[in-house]
């Protein structure tokens, strides 16, 4: 069992220790929902310049394609269906997105590299904050498994 000192913290009165804690909590939550939902948008950042740079790699051969007229359509689709179904699913995601124009890689790599740079700030913050979250949890319950204790059993004298 962790020793937590909580008269040391300022905590000497118990509801003073459980406005502590849930702060300590509440502050630990943000960060991680924070942290969390960069992920997640990093995430999707990476997927959205897959898709890119895959729609503007079958670009060319999917013009092509449609210039066509129907009765040549169908040969060259069998020589390129790899490419066509690629960059039609691109545009099935584009549209799953609403986008109505398409950001730019570079304009991506700003936002991701913002993000993460985020992250990094918010890591060291975010386990500072869990340490003390633990630690005033942890103060917490032995407190109060000490109350219980000294209820439980009466002095003896």
Same mark, same amino acid.
Not at 65 to 93: C, G, S, T, W
Not at 128 to 136: C, G, P, V
């Given at each position: 069992? !962790?020793?937590?000192? /909580? @008269?040391?913290?300022?905590?000497? &009165?118990?509801?003073?220790?459980?406005? @502590?804690?849930?702060?300590?909590?509440?502050?630990?939550?943000?960060?991680?929902?924070? *942290?969390? /939902? &960069?992920?997640? !948008?990093?995430?999707?950042? *990476?997927? =959205?310049?897959? $898709?890119?740079?895959?729609?503007?790699? *079958?670009?060319?051969?999917?013009?092509?394609?449609?210039? =066509?007229?129907?009765?040549?359509?169908?040969?060259?689709?069998?020589?390129? !269906?790899?490419?066509? #179904?690629?960059?039609?699913? #691109? +545009?099935?995601?584009?549209? @799953?997105?609403?986008?109505?124009?398409?950001? *730019?890689? +570079?304009?991506?790599? $700003?936002?991701?590299? #913002?993000? @993460? #740079?985020? &992250?990094? +700030?918010?890591?060291?913050?975010?386990? /500072?904050?869990?340490?003390?979250?633990?630690?005033?949890?942890?103060?917490?319950?032995?407190?109060?498994?000490?109350?219980?204790? +000294?209820?439980? $059993?009466?002095? !003896?004298?």
């Amino acid at each position: 069992m !962790r020793y937590c000192n /909580a @008269s040391y913290n300022g905590l000497a &009165n118990a509801e003073k220790l459980a406005e @502590s804690c849930d702060a300590a909590v509440e502050k630990y939550n943000n960060l991680s929902e924070k *942290t969390k /939902a &960069n992920q997640t !948008r990093m995430n999707e950042i *990476t997927e =959205l310049q897959k $898709q890119i740079g895959s729609y503007g790699k *079958t670009k060319d051969i999917y013009v092509q394609y449609r210039k =066509l007229p129907k009765n040549k359509q169908e040969k060259f689709y069998e020589e390129h !269906r790899a490419d066509i #179904a690629v960059h039609e699913a #691109a +545009k099935k995601y584009f549209d @799953s997105l609403h986008l109505q124009k398409l950001p *730019t890689i +570079k304009e991506l790599k $700003q936002e991701y590299a #913002a993000l @993460s #740079a985020e &992250n990094k +700030k918010l890591y060291p913050e975010q386990k /500072a904050a869990r340490k003390e979250m633990i630690d005033l949890l942890t103060a917490k319950n032995n407190v109060e498994r000490f109350l219980e204790n +000294k209820i439980d $059993q009466p002095d !003896r004298e």
